[in-house]
């Protein structure tokens, strides 16, 4: 595709079910970044993955989200057990190299009942 | 810690008004700083970066390490300029941390 795609773009959930959240990056970007945007608040950095490079998870809150990518493809998040504080905008990130221009995904919106 | 800072919730000002949109950071190296900007019902998208000394739909933004700022300025604002524009520092080799936006609203 032409951009980053995200998948679904909304999701409701009650409280303690499981999600998985999909990134499909731009074709070619060895980069990818999941940020969370709560409501009001500004992107808060998730989890880093370059290439066949160990992932950075530095940015993961708790145990619940993991996140991995095959190769250079797509990436799931995934949150267990998904708490109220969990709702917010996923966002999702590509870029071509190092420190280079970030492309956006649309957001995935998920709800926590 | 590395911190950005964007003390405006919302900026509004008349068309054809001057517009400044504040960035303040915190880091001890050399920063990158960038502005993202985001119209309605569209994605993120970069605006500009300090490194490209450029000037994107007129706007421009200079690196001010004296006062640790990053502030985005605009002569004359016009209603299209109306977003949510976030400032970015590209602290260690990849990770960018982001304030929490400015949302301008440019006035007719």
């Known amino acids: 595709g032409a951009g980053v795609s995200q998948s679904p773009s909304n999701k409701v959930t009650e409280k303690g079910k499981d999600v998985e959240l999909r990134c499909d990056p731009i074709?070619?970007?060895?980069?990818l970044y999941w940020y969370r945007q709560r409501l009001g608040q500004g992107l808060e950095f998730l989890i880093y993955f370059q290439g066949n490079s160990a992932p950075d998870k530095s940015g993961l809150p708790s145990d619940r989200f993991s996140a991995e990518r095959t190769g250079e493809s797509v990436s799931t998040l995934t949150i267990q057990r998904t708490q109220q504080e969990d709702s917010a905008v996923y966002l999702c990130?590509?870029?071509?190299?190092?420190?280079?221009?970030?492309?956006f995904g649309e957001g995935s919106r998920l709800t926590v009942l | 810690a590395q911190r950005v800072t964007q003390p405006e919730k919302l900026l509004s000002v008349f068309k054809g008004a001057p517009v400044e949109l504040k960035c303040n950071y915190s880091y001890s190296g050399s920063p990158e700083l960038f502005w993202y900007v985001q119209y309605s019902r569209q994605r993120l998208q970069l605006l500009l970066r300090?490194?490209s000394r450029e000037s994107i739909k007129g706007f421009t933004a200079d690196l001010n390490k004296g006062e640790t700022s990053f502030h985005l300025k605009k002569p004359f604002a016009q209603e299209e300029d109306s977003a949510m524009y976030y400032c970015a520092l590209g602290a260690s080799s990849y990770k960018l941390i982001f304030g929490s936006g400015t949302r301008l609203l440019v006035r007719p």
């Open positions: 300090h490194i």
């Open positions: 074709s070619g970007h060895t980069a």
């Open positions: 990130a590509s870029s071509l190299e190092v420190r280079g221009e970030l492309f």
